[in-house]
């Protein structure tokens, strides 16, 4: 199947700082990605949608200023964890979709540890 | 209702017995369905993907479409321990075009017992 790469694979950073997470599709155009945070033992949760070239479109609930996705190109897109506290902490988890039958991989996902 | 309803389990099944796992969706116009298999602690991981009512094999996976019914399975035979995870049901209601999110279920916790 399709690959898509998701860097950091964890981090760990301090109250008030920002955390960029990547997320690649290794060998097919992604037009479309989606970010996803999952807490132990709880379902994915959808974040964003994020489209290649413009604005994301943010899930009830979702700080947009805080969450900010950019998806620049169509084989990247980036989460930047704004201004993170400890309830940030999370399991965080992006996923391109291919054109054929609109299939979705995901990445590896990225700990992301706020102390 | 929930758009995409799937029992949390856990479901347990002795080794080499058949696993069967359901999922009913809500929205009639779903076209794309798919079943991934998360491992704790890891991203989910595509097992089968189908999309025209019927059976569709991969392996010892065999996905189940009735869309008149609106539900769709997974069956997995001879189940080995390293089958324990939790899968989950994602329905995605356009077939091409692209742009859609898909609606995932909670998934169901099963078990492999030796």
């Known amino acids: 199947g399709a690959v898509v790469s998701q860097h950091p694979s964890w981090v760990i950073c301090k109250s008030g700082t920002s955390v960029k997470i990547e997320c690649r599709s290794l060998?097919?155009?992604?037009?479309?990605m989606f970010w996803y945070r999952q807490f132990p033992k709880q379902s994915l949760m959808l974040m964003a949608t994020s489209n290649e070239g413009s604005k994301a479109t943010y899930e009830q609930g979702v700080e947009k200023d805080k969450f900010l996705i950019n998806h620049a190109s169509l084989t990247l897109s980036t989460l930047t964890v704004t201004s993170a506290h400890p309830e940030d902490s999370s399991f965080y988890i992006c996923?391109?979709?291919?054109?054929?039958?609109?299939?979705?991989?995901f990445g590896e996902g990225s700990w992301l540890t706020v102390v | 209702q929930k758009e995409v309803e799937q029992n949390s389990g856990p479901l347990s099944v002795p080794e080499g017995a058949i696993a069967s796992l359901n999922c009913t969706y809500s929205d009639r116009v779903s076209q794309s369905f798919f079943w991934y298999r998360q491992y704790s602690g890891k991203s989910p991981e595509l097992i089968m993907s189908i999309y025209s009512n019927g059976d569709k094999e991969d392996g010892r996976f065999t996905a189940q479409l009735n869309k008149a019914s609106q539900y769709v399975s997974l069956l997995i035979r001879d189940s080995q321990p390293s089958d324990s995870a939790t899968y989950l049901c994602?329905?995605?209601?356009?077939?091409?075009?692209?742009?859609?999110?898909?609606?995932f279920g909670t998934g169901t916790q099963l078990k492999v017992e030796l």
């Open positions: 994602a329905v995605n209601p356009i077939l091409t075009g692209g742009g859609n999110k898909l609606t």
């Open positions: 996923s391109a979709m291919t054109g054929v039958g609109n299939t979705i991989y």
């Open positions: 060998d097919f155009q992604a037009t479309t």
